[in-house]
């Protein structure tokens, strides 16, 4: 398959593809005579394994250790359980932060009349800095 098919198949870009091969996440496939790269099916399924691994929010590194274990038959699942549960804790790190922002905006917006005068205490608790806010 060429890359516009492999793109297709997958739903990832051909740019996304392109960087994946130039960080090492991709294999370099195949050149035909015409220079155009030449993918195996394998290379569907890692693409996929890519994208799913991203829209669960792992990182590159993350998604390189992934697919090394998934690469290697004789891996424990235990490693690859223990990455996921570590990112699993990232992810529930950063739902509180997004959730102590919110709050902090909401308890912004409450204090804010909304009307024709100027005066804002969005505005003034933005300035203020940290003090005082959700952590």
């Given amino acids: 398959m060429n890359i516009g098919q492999v793109s297709t198949a997958t739903g990832v870009s051909q740019r996304m593809i392109r960087?994946?091969?130039g960080i090492g996440l991709m294999p370099?496939?195949?050149r035909r005579d015409n220079g155009?790269?030449?993918y195996p099916p394998r290379s569907l399924e890692r693409l996929r394994f890519i994208a799913n691994a991203r829209d669960l929010g792992f990182s590159i590194d993350?998604?390189?250790a992934l697919l090394a274990l998934w690469d290697d038959?004789?891996?424990a699942s235990s490693e690859v359980k223990a990455i996921a549960l570590e990112h699993a804790g990232d992810l529930a790190r950063k739902?509180?932060?997004l959730e102590?922002?919110?709050q902090t905006l909401l308890d912004l917006a409450d204090g804010c009349s909304?009307?024709?005068r100027p005066d804002c205490p969005i505005l003034a608790g933005l300035a203020e800095g940290r003090r005082g806010r959700h952590q």
Avoid: K, L, Q, V
């Fill in 62 to 64: 993350e998604i390189s």
């Fill in 114 to 116: 909304g009307d024709a």
């Fill in 36 to 38: 155009y790269r030449d």
């Fill in 19 to 21: 960087h994946y091969e």
């Fill in 28 to 30: 370099p496939p195949d």
């Fill in 73 to 75: 038959r004789t891996r």
């Fill in 100 to 102: 102590a922002m919110r």
């Fill in 95 to 97: 739902a509180a932060a």
